[in-house]
Nanobody
Framework: QVQLVESGGGLVQAGGSLRLSCAAS????????MGWYRQAPGKQREVVAR???????TYADSVKDRFTISSDHAKSTVSLQMNSLKPDDTAVYHC??????????WGQGTQVTVSS
């Protein structure tokens, strides 16, 4: 059984920074991709950033040049450095993992609140 656990969320003022971390445990096998998604009240979940096993990262336009995703393939961990946070970034952030056998796993989420 694979489990993803996020940490690092909290309350910050606009312009501040947070670093989210996600650690995977269990029989993962081989990782294909990891990423971060977020969901605000009344809105659908949206992709924030993804990183493949080859290290290629992609970002939502709304977070480009502010957020940076990184991963450690050996440890099956992924982090999201969030700088210059805006109130619009307020959401529950979820960690995502996809294996090369097409299994998909989601973390329980960590709350990020940015005050104005």
């Amino acid at each position: 059984q694979v489990q993803l656990v996020e940490s690092g969320g909290g309350l910050v003022q606009a312009g501040g920074s947070l670093r989210l971390s996600c650690a995977a445990s269990g029989s993962i096998g081989s990782m294909n991709a990891m990423g971060w998604y977020r969901q605000a009240p009344g809105k659908q979940r949206e992709v924030v950033a993804r990183i493949g096993s080859g290290g290629v990262a992609t970002y939502a336009d709304s977070v480009k040049d502010r957020f940076t995703i990184s991963s450690d393939h050996a440890k099956s961990t992924v982090s999201l450095q969030m700088n210059s946070l805006k109130p619009d970034d307020t959401a529950v952030y979820h960690c995502y993992l996809r294996t090369r056998l097409s299994y998909e796993y989601w973390g329980q989420g960590t709350q990020v609140t940015v005050s104005s």
